[in-house]
Each structure stands twice: as C-alpha cells, then as structure tokens.
C-alpha cells in the first residue's frame, strides 16, 4: 500500500474532503480504515488525533504507522469506496492554537534563558511543557508577556522543507533526531522548529496564551498553559468563581482577598475565644473530680483539641486516670490522660477491646473507638 497522502499538511484548514478506501480491517471491538489521500491528523509529536467522521462511520482515533494513517472507525467501509471525510474542525483549531502557542512560549524560553522544551503534552483542559532550567515567578510572567506580544504582533508561521545542506546552515530546536525529511515550522523570527503537527498560519490566530502555573520538575521547569479557546474558558470559569465569592462576602471581584484574609483572622479569634469559654467550663467541671481516682466524662459536640484541653484540666485536679468521649459515628473520639503516670497499656487495652485506634504520650493519648455504648466505656473504666 502506498503511503497515504497528508492533505493537513498541504492545507491545515481543509474540514472535509473525499477520498478512497485502500483497506478496511477489524481493530479491536471496531474497524481500521486506510484510504488513498485523508485530512486527518494522527497523533503525534505531542498533539492529539483529529476525531470526525468518514461517510457513516465515526472516526474515533487516527494513528500513522510506516506511512499509512490508519482511522480507527466504528462501522465497516466498503474497499475502494469513495468516501467524504469530515474532520470535527472545532477540536482541530483548539489543538492548532495550544500547539502554535507552545512553539511561541518554547521559543522565547529559549531565546531568552536558553532552557531546552524537553517535554510537551496536550490534554484534555491544559498543555505542559517542561523545560530544562528553572525559571522564577518574574521570568515567568516576562515569557507570557513576550508571548502575547508575538500575537498581538500578527507574525506569519510558515513551513519549509529544507534541503540536507540548507538544514546544515538553519539553526533549529528538534525534539528528537528525524530521520528523512524534516518539516520545519517558523514563527516569525520568535522559533524555528523541526515538527509534524498542525499550526495556525498567523500567530494572530492564537488568540491568547495564559501560563497557568510553574512548578519544579526533574531539575527543571514544568510550566501549564491555556491557549485561545482554552484561554476563554479559562477566564470565564475563573470569573464565574471569583463573582460567586464576591456575591457571598459581599466584597468587590478585585478585593475578594482581602476579605477572605479578613475572615479567616476573624475566624481565628472566634475560635481563641470559644477555646478560653470552654477553658473556663472544663476548669469548673474538673473541680468536681478534685482527689478522687478517676474522671470519666462524656461530652458531645467537642473538637480532639478541645478534648485534649478538657482531659488536661481534669489531669490537674484528679489524681487517676482521666477520659474524655464524644459522640463519633457508632463509636466515640477520645481523650486519655493521666497527671503522673502511663495510660498507654490502658488506651491499647480499649483499642483492641473496641475496634478503636490512636495513641500518644504516656501522659496523653487520643483517638476514637469505631463499635462502643456509652456502657461498653463505662464498663471497661469501672473493670481497671
Ligand atoms: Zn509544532
């Protein structure tokens, strides 16, 4: 079989065309379908296949192998039938726009700080890629304003197909060594770039880029970004957010940081001062067991802090073994103390007897027991 002829490379913007069956075989739980000429892009070089249909079938996957594009298809086509393919155009110009961006982003990283992309992926929602040296919080914002500013430029992208001795003289960034010959892909004078996927002709087309995060990786860089369309829904997603959070701390969009620092240092002083009321009722209730042998209390509706401050109260005042349970599930959280002492046999004693699990200091423990009334505690506290 022939090699099949790349109608996305002769025109990236082609959505439909016709073409011949060479081969139909099945693939799986479904077919694979190879034709004389196709629109299709397969997956490759970090880029996604095309979807879309060829005649009745659904193209469902495109991967090339020695030549041959083979579409995966979920119903057979007849060989040497003539067939209209339409490729799902809106996927396409989304890819195009996040692998064209890529190239302006990799371009500038590597003009400007000289880091290599050494990986690149488009998923479902984001791209990566990675590079290889770090860059800071400013170069980072410096390569999104270099990049958008190639957009904004309006820059032609072009591809050439370099003679062996014009490649000699071109100086490119290639991910890997190509065998055969190489597809080089320039976007003004920002990258020039050894690649066989689909680009926008104009850097315009792009739309805008959007480096999302940065974070360390493998000694490098891996940077996430949204492109055009991505870009968007990017924005539209993240303002729907911050209005739903304007909306409910009553603060303006821009100044809803401020008023969520505002409430979180609210909500700490709540919680000191619900800590200080509880102190003082803890205080008074470990009056109760002032010199006696044990403290076995059960108090609902109690934080494992506030249970660790209530048993530490109780510790001052009893001299034995002192408990706090709450309310937990089928079970109890809780807290076991002792104001000289070891409770640490006594709480792995509970533990195995009640399903339960936790530990701690000789002097303190915590946790909670998964299967036990309020009787089965009391029981166990009566029998040491
Ligand atoms: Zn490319």
């Not at 079938?57 to 067939?83: F, N, Q, S, Y």
């Not at 880091?115 to 390569?143: M, P, R």
């Not at 001795?165 to 004078?189: A, N, P």
Request: with cysteine; hydrophobic share 35%.
């Amino acid at each position: 079989m022939n090699s099949t002829i790349k109608l996305y490379e002769e025109d990236v913007y082609r959505r439909d065309f016709c073409a011949t069956v060479l081969a139909c075989e099945p693939f799986g739980d479904a077919f694979r379908v190879a034709l004389d000429a196709t629109a299709f892009f397969p997956e490759g070089g970090g880029q996604p296949a095309d979807k879309g249909a060829l005649g009745e079938a659904r193209v469902t996957d495109v991967k090339e192998k020695d030549g041959i594009i083979w579409h995966t298809v979920t119903v057979p086509l007849r060989k040497g039938a003539c067939v209209q393919g339409d490729i799902d155009f809106t996927r396409r110009l989304d890819h195009m726009q996040q692998h064209s961006g890529e190239h302006i982003v990799s371009g500038i990283v590597h003009a400007q700080y000289g880091y290599n992309n050494v990986g690149f992926h488009i998923g479902d929602d984001t791209v990566t890629v990675d590079f290889s040296g770090v860059l800071t919080a400013d170069d980072i914002e410096n390569v999104e304003k270099s990049s958008n500013w190639i957009i904004w430029k309006n820059v032609s992208v072009n591809v050439t197909y370099p003679s062996p001795t014009e490649l000699s003289h071109l100086e490119y960034r290639s991910k890997k060594e190509i065998d055969g010959q190489v597809r080089i892909v320039s976007i003004g004078k920002t990258d020039v770039c050894a690649c066989c996927g689909t680009h926008v002709s104009r850097s315009s087309e792009v739309g805008i880029i959007k480096l999302i995060s940065a974070q360390s990786y493998k000694g490098g860089m891996r940077v996430t970004m949204v492109c055009g369309m991505r870009a968007l829904a990017d924005y539209e997603r993240k303002c729907k957010n911050v209005d739903a959070i304007s909306v409910q701390l009553s603060a303006k969009p821009d100044e809803t940081a401020a008023a969520v620092k505002r409430l979180a240092d609210e909500n700490i002083a709540l919680h000191a001062q619900l800590a200080a009321a509880e102190n003082k009722i803890f205080e008074k209730t470990a009056d109760e067991f002032a010199g006696k042998s044990r403290a076995v209390c059960f108090e609902d509706n109690l934080s494992p802090d506030s249970q660790r401050r209530m048993c530490l109260a109780l510790c001052e005042k009893c001299d034995g073994i002192c408990a706090v349970f709450s309310k937990k599930d089928d079970g109890y959280q809780y807290a076991i103390g002792i104001k000289s002492g070891d409770v640490r046999d006594t709480v792995k004693a509970l533990n195995a007897a009640h399903n339960g699990k936790g530990g701690g200091k000789p002097a303190l423990c915590q946790g909670s027991v998964a299967k036990a009334s309020r009787e089965d505690v009391e029981k166990f506290f009566e029998k040491i």
